[in-house]
Structures are given as structure tokens and as C-alpha cells.
């Protein structure tokens, strides 16, 4: 029974390689990332619902670039849903005001 | 019965990732749902048929290849567009309740959004001016509103 999770998480990872490698670039893939992140907190400023889409609509840019680059389908809906989970952790307001703040604070 | 030309394009659009069905039986599924469930959430002005909507689209974009989401995306879109454009030609005065209800939702939140982020100036100078027309407009304003408003205005003053 316990082995059911562990083994749909190492799928996931391995599919998550697989997209990785066919995107081939790790700066595109935060920057995916941040941007999926963007959407959440804006959604969220509108309720947790708009917070959900606004991080799937993160997921499925990924989902497109990795079919894109030749990742395949499976690889696609892993990354989407790695994206789309990671989006919806970070995309939250509090943590993009601290972001804000750190960047407008004086240097030096 | 389905005619020719239709035939020919899901024989070269390509595989979906359900096997069984081609690029463009999927896009053409996912995009009627779609189409039927904008125009029932706007019709119904509800939440639950834009949700239909939203969640064919991305299940159909899952579904298939890269060019059929950009096409079913823009598609979307467009449509999207369209249906907006129509209710507010057909039925200006429930577009412009339903219009001031997503902004009275919205407003509060990027006004409290600016003012944490230290945007100050800009949000001071607006939370003032939609104090001001709220009180204009003979709406109620709370005093611990104004006193909000007033301090935020106090701690954005530069020392000097």
C-alpha cells in the first residue's frame, strides 16, 4: 500500500528529468516558474479559487514549452502539475511583498 | 457523416495524448465545452460554468500538441472577447453591475496590495480619493476607516 505514493512520486520525478532535459535550460525554467508564481498571487489578491487558476495557467506555459522543445506528453502534464503545485505554494501575497521589499531596499 | 475536409485535417493533425483520438478531435471537444460554458456563465452570470470552462480548456490543452493549445488558447480568447463584447452591446446595465461588483472586489485588495508593498504615495493618494467619493456619493464611511487613511498618510511623510 505504501508503496504506491513513493512509486507515483518517482514517476513523477523521472518525467519531471525527462521535461527538464528537453528544455535544457535551468533559467527558463525559473523563470516559468516565477512567472506561474506571478499569476498565483495575483489570482489570490481575487480569492484562493483565482489563486488556483492563476497557478494553473502557470502550469500549462510550462506544459507548453516542454511539448514544445520535444519533451512529450507525459513529460508535459508532470512538469505542469510540479509547476502548477509550486505556484500555488509560493504564489501567496505575503511572500511576494517580502520580495518586493528586499528589492527596494536601499544597497550599500 | 462528418464531412471531408474535416476527415483529412484529423488524419494530419497528429495523435492526442489519448491515443484513440487525433489533435484537432480533442481541440474541437475541448473548445465546444468551452464555447457552450462561457456563454452559460455569462448568460447565468455564475461561477460554476466559467470553472466547466476554464477546466475543458486546460484538460484539452493537456490532451493535445503545442500548436492545437496556441490555436485553442487564441481561439478562446477571441471568443472569449466576443461573448464579453456582445453581453455588454445586449445588456449594458447588468455588464456594468457585474463590472462594479468585480472591481468593488477586486480595488480593496490592490489598495491593501500597494500600501504593504510601500508603494505609499500612489496608495495613499488613492485610498484618499476613494474615501473622498465614497463619502461624496453619500456612502457610509466607518471612522476607523479614516483614521486608517489618515495614519498611513502620517507614517508616509518623510522626516525632516
Do not use: C
Not at chain 2, 35 to 41: D, P, R, T, W, Y
Amino acid at each position: 500500500m505504501m508503496d504506491q505514493p513513493l512509486e507515483f512520486l518517482e514517476t513523477v520525478h523521472r518525467y519531471w528529468n525527462i521535461a527538464a532535459t528537453a528544455i535544457d535550460n535551468s533559467a527558463m525554467t525559473v523563470a516559468i516558474i516565477i512567472t506561474a508564481a506571478i499569476l498565483a498571487a495575483v489570482g489570490g489578491m481575487v480569492g484562493m479559487r483565482m489563486r488556483l487558476y492563476g497557478a494553473i495557467v502557470g502550469g500549462m506555459i510550462m506544459n507548453v514549452v516542454v511539448k514544445a522543445m520535444g519533451g512529450g506528453f507525459a513529460a508535459a502534464l508532470a512538469a505542469m502539475a510540479v509547476v502548477t503545485v509550486l505556484a500555488f505554494a509560493v504564489g501567496s501575497t505575503p511572500f511576494l511583498l517580502q520580495v518586493l521589499k528586499r528589492a527596494r531596499r536601499p544597497r550599500g | 457523416m462528418l464531412p471531408e475536409w474535416y476527415i483529412n485535417l484529423s488524419r494530419s493533425s497528429g495523435r492526442a495524448f489519448l491515443s484513440a483520438w487525433s489533435n484537432s478531435d480533442v481541440a474541437v471537444v475541448a473548445f465546444g465545452a468551452f464555447a457552450v460554458f462561457i456563454v452559460l456563465a455569462t448568460m447565468l452570470a455564475s461561477d460554476w460554468p466559467f470553472d466547466v470552462a476554464f477546466l475543458s480548456l486546460v484538460a484539452g490543452g493537456i490532451l493535445v500538441s503545442w500548436p492545437a493549445m496556441i490555436v485553442m488558447t487564441v481561439a478562446a480568447v477571441v471568443l472569449t472577447l466576443v461573448v464579453g463584447g456582445l453581453h455588454s452591446l445586449l445588456l449594458p446595465g447588468r455588464n456594468a453591475r457585474i463590472s462594479a461588483e468585480a472591481k468593488a472586489r477586486v480595488t480593496p485588495a490592490l489598495e491593501e496590495f500597494a500600501r504593504d508593498a510601500g508603494m505609499s504615495a500612489k496608495g495613499r493618494s488613492r485610498a484618499r480619493i476613494s474615501l473622498g467619493a465614497r463619502s461624496a456619493e453619500g456612502s457610509p464611511v466607518s471612522e476607523a476607516e479614516v483614521k486608517r487613511v489618515l495614519a498611513d498618510d502620517d507614517s508616509g511623510t518623510p522626516p525632516r
